[in-house]
């Protein structure tokens, strides 16, 4: 305000220097401001190159001489300038001297300025990072020139660094990840070691996870890798392939085969890689088990069984339920029969008592017959009775039958038959025929008019090993057709609706043949096996005198011999408690027209035979 009025004041000394010029050029004055009124012209004043109120003034003394100079304003913080304002002008501008009058005079001016301070901070943009979320760095209070230029530059920078960051710290966790940390182990105690060794949840994860890596590792070893691709065979080398079988493997335990003699086999109607086999008593160790039973799958070469079963006598007899595969049966010596289940324990988990009740001697042979909801179990014995057992319930039999020798014409009194082998008909459960000590295979019924002994087949001179009846799997039926071995030496092929003298004698054995066997897939071929360790393959189709490919499996007697499901492989067992497990190939595969061919050789034997029995008597 104090300015304000200090230019009013000057002003006014301004007007009255003023007046006495226009006494003197009153009428040159009013016409030269008539005009530049009317051209619509202002004083030449260059409003753009004045930066102050000092500089207005000066330009004002020049026209006006003597006009003293304004005091100066103090400076302003401001960096904005509002426009001016110019004031109206009261009179105009006349020249002091004559050196004017050919001149335009210039109208004297008032500017007045408005100046207004105002503070605009500058724009700050927010950057983020995952250590810090503010910059370290102070703001000044006042702004510095080209602030948000810097600092949109600032940002675009901390921008990059902090995607930077983010990329290293990524790259960091990646490696951190792949590299293992390996946890600090603890130490145990030597008697926590002891209690986690003998617990039963240890004993039982390592047999388990054992068995599993065992079979992992198995190399299947039905491909010969020695095979040579570019070699063909031709003539007799292909012949002589054709009639061979090769070892697959062998399967024996040290602590539990040795010195015990394999007395049964039998395959899994479930598992075709799984196979029981019972074991005699251990002689020479009197502390183990008389009765042992191994379980072995066909997949773990490594020598070990992958259950283990026991009693209190030694088994003579062995074989998993058809209809309860995790259920193994066994017959035992002392006539005892007992039940495992590989879910259960080592020991039987049923068992029929030692009474007269049941049976009192050696039990050589049983059979499952029936259907899966009504199914029994038929067991003989050497004392000379059949029972039949529910596997539900083994405390007593279902039913019992005496079977006597009464079409003997030797003996004048009934004696109980000395059972040690039994066979079914194919789809019989009432009709079963037994082989016996005496040598005799009698044919006997469970129920009706006929039931226990009917006829009586007579042919072999020692005692039966073994009888099996034909499967009959194809269009032609031979289920009446049946074979039999025996201690002197030979198998009998046996035809009952023709005769009960035996269709054909095979005579090729040096020793006792103590097990034969139909093969499942092909009509005319069986195997034997025999005290010498020869496995023999048989092919009627081909020769009925000599077997058509003879194995000498070891120098052992092979007590008992299996067919595979499929007939394409043949599992026997010796003295010594070692299984082998064969591959007979293409040597089972049948034609089309093998049944008929065999038809044609059943005809031809027992034509044969018939013509012969006059000189055999």
Not at 58 to 69: A, F
Not at 405 to 421: E, Q, R, Y
Request: glycine share 4%.
């Amino acid at each position: 305000m104090a300015d304000r009025k200090q230019r009013q004041k000057e002003l006014e000394e301004k007007k009255k220097k003023l007046e006495e010029y226009r006494k003197n050029k009153g009428k040159v004055a009013e016409l030269g401001i008539e005009e530049n009124v009317k051209s619509g012209s202002e004083p030449a004043l260059n409003l753009q190159t004045i930066s102050n109120l000092d500089d207005l003034l000066t330009n004002l003394n020049k026209v006006i001489p003597g006009s003293s100079p304004t005091p100066q304003s103090e400076p302003s913080n401001s960096t904005e300038i509002t426009s001016p304002v110019i004031s109206d002008v009261s009179s105009p501008v006349v020249a002091p001297s004559s050196s004017f009058s050919g001149q335009r005079r210039k109208a004297q001016l008032s500017l007045h300025m408005n100046v207004s301070v105002v503070d605009i901070p500058p724009k700050v943009t927010e950057v983020y990072s995952k250590n810090t979320q503010t910059s370290e760095t102070s703001f000044s209070d006042e702004p510095a020139p080209n602030a948000g230029v810097t600092t949109i530059k600032h940002a675009e920078s901390s921008q990059q660094s902090s995607n930077q960051e983010d990329d290293e710290q990524n790259q960091k966790e990646e490696e951190d990840q792949q590299v293992e940390v390996v946890p600090e182990v603890k130490a145990l105690s030597l008697a926590e070691k002891e209690r986690i060794l003998s617990s039963k949840d240890f004993s039982s994860f390592l047999d388990h996870s054992s068995r599993l890596i065992e079979r992992a590792i198995y190399v299947d070893t039905k491909y010969d890798i020695t095979v040579d691709y570019a070699r063909s065979e031709v003539g007799d080398n292909k012949d002589q392939s054709a009639k061979e079988v090769r070892l697959v493997t062998k399967y024996f335990d040290d602590r539990w085969s040795k010195h015990r003699a394999i007395t049964d086999i039998a395959w899994s109607p479930k598992h075709n890689d799984l196979i029981v086999a019972s074991y005699s008593m251990n002689e020479d160790n009197t502390t183990d088990p008389d009765g042992v039973v191994l379980v072995w799958s066909l997949q773990n070469t490594l020598q070990r069984p992958e259950y283990r079963f026991n009693c209190q006598s030694p088994v003579t007899s062995a074989f998993f339920s058809p209809f309860s595969p995790t259920l193994i049966v066994g017959g035992t010596y002392s006539g005892q029969i007992v039940l495992w289940d590989i879910r259960a324990k080592s020991t039987p988990v049923q068992q029929t008592p030692l009474s007269s009740v049941g049976h009192t001697h050696p039990v050589f042979s049983m059979n499952v017959v029936g259907t899966t909801n009504a199914h029994s179990l038929v067991s003989v014995s050497t004392d000379g009775k059949l029972c039949v057992w529910s596997l539900d319930n083994l405390y007593q039999p279902q039913e019992t039958l005496e079977l006597h020798n009464k079409a003997s014409k030797v003996v004048t009194t009934a004696v109980p038959v000395a059972v040690t082998s039994l066979s079914f008909p194919e789809g019989e459960v009432n009709e079963l025929y037994v082989g016996s000590e005496e040598g005799a295979i009698y044919q006997c019924f469970r129920h009706g008019a006929k039931s226990g002994v009917n006829e009586r087949f007579e042919g072999h001179r020692g005692p039966i090993t073994s009888v099996d009846f034909h499967p009959s799997n194809g269009p032609i039926n031979f289920s009446h057709l049946f074979l039999s071995s025996s201690t002197d030496w030979t198998t009998k092929l046996w035809n009952p609706k023709v005769s009960t003298k035996p269709t054909y004698s095979f005579e090729d054995a040096s020793d006792y043949i103590y097990d034969v066997k139909w093969c499942p897939s092909h009509p005319s071929v069986f195997a034997s096996a025999d005290g010498t360790g020869s496995l023999d393959l048989w092919n009627l189709n081909e020769e009925v005198d000599v077997p058509t490919i003879k194995t000498s499996v070891c120098g052992n007697a092979l007590s008992k011999l299996v067919w595979s499901e499929d007939g394409k492989k043949i599992l026997t067992g010796d003295s010594t408690g070692h299984l082998y497990l064969y591959d007979v190939g293409e040597n089972t595969t049948p034609r089309a027209d093998e049944w008929q061919r065999f038809e044609d050789t059943v005809q031809r034997l027992s034509t044969g035979q018939t013509e012969a029995a006059p000189s055999a008597v």
